[in-house]
T-cell receptor, first 112, second 113 residues
Framework: SQTIHQWPATLVQPVGSPLSLECTVE??????LYWYRQAAGRGLQLLFY??????ISSEVPQNLSASRPQDRQFILSSKKLLLSDSGFYLC???????????FGQGTRLTVV | KQEVTQIPAALSVPEGENLVLNCSFT??????LQWFRQDPGKGLTSLLL?????REQTSGRLNASLDKSSGRSTLYIAASQPGDSATYLC????????????FGEGTQLTVNP
């Protein structure tokens, strides 16, 4: 069966520090991968998606970037965090036919 | 642009009650619609996926319907239990692809024993 892992679960970082969140998927090949953010009291917003290694599409302009160095690995990064980057970050995957989406357990990021 | 709205924002019911959560979407050319459950501080658990060719899907005490012409989906929970307390989210695809999703803001459900 397929599983998706995100780490770390929680993270507190100072303003201006770098960020690296990692997501890996097991049990499937060529997944479509997604990063979403859930701000406090708000819905989920799609940040990035990827249909293959090195292929990244950004949905909204922001201080963040994403990379996909391997088929089942998706990384969310920032060079310098802003207070507004605080939130709950969720990684998700779906198969190449774009049907059901499955989510990881999320990373709670607090920028102080 | 697909927009998703969920009503009510919060719902509190006594244990054993049957209940309906509502989701509406603006673009009826929908590929599918997915319902999720989110417990506090946790990720999303997929509950039901309804393809555009289907009118409903069932899983245990859960039944989700899809009416493309009216732009509405409902999640029916039968015989609610305290363990059903969570936030329920519906999501529809952005554009014509399947899993780039736009979400409603959710319905926070509390089932009181």
């Amino acid at each position: 069966s397929q599983t998706i892992h995100q780490w770390p679960a929680t993270l507190v970082q100072p303003v201006g520090s770098p960020l690296s969140l990692e997501c890996t998927v097991e049990g499937t090949s060529n997944p479509n991968l997604y990063w979403y953010r859930q701000a406090a009291g708000r819905g989920l917003q799609l940040l990035f998606y990827s249909v293959g290694i090195g292929q990244i599409s950004s949905e909204v302009p922001q201080n963040l970037s994403a990379s996909r160095p391997q088929d089942r690995q998706f990384i969310l990064s920032s060079k310098k965090l802003l207070l507004s980057d605080s939130g709950f970050y969720l990684c998700a995957w779906s198969n190449a036919f774009n049907t059901e989406a499955f989510f990881g357990q999320g990373t709670r990021l607090t920028v102080v | 642009k697909q927009e998703v709205t969920q009503i009510p924002a919060a719902l509190s019911v006594p244990e054993g009650e049957n209940l309906v959560l509502n989701c509406s979407f603006t673009d009826s050319a929908i590929y599918n619609l997915q319902w999720f459950r989110q417990d506090p501080g946790k990720g999303l658990t997929s509950l039901l996926l309804i393809q555009s060719s289907q009118r409903e899907q069932t899983s245990g005490r859960l039944n989700a319907s899809l009416d493309k012409s009216s732009g509405r989906s409902t999640l029916y929970i039968a015989a609610s239990q305290p363990g059903d307390s969570a936030t329920y989210l519906c999501a529809a695809p952005i554009g014509t692809s399947g899993s780039r999703l736009t979400f409603g803001e959710g319905t926070q459900l509390t089932v009181n024993p």
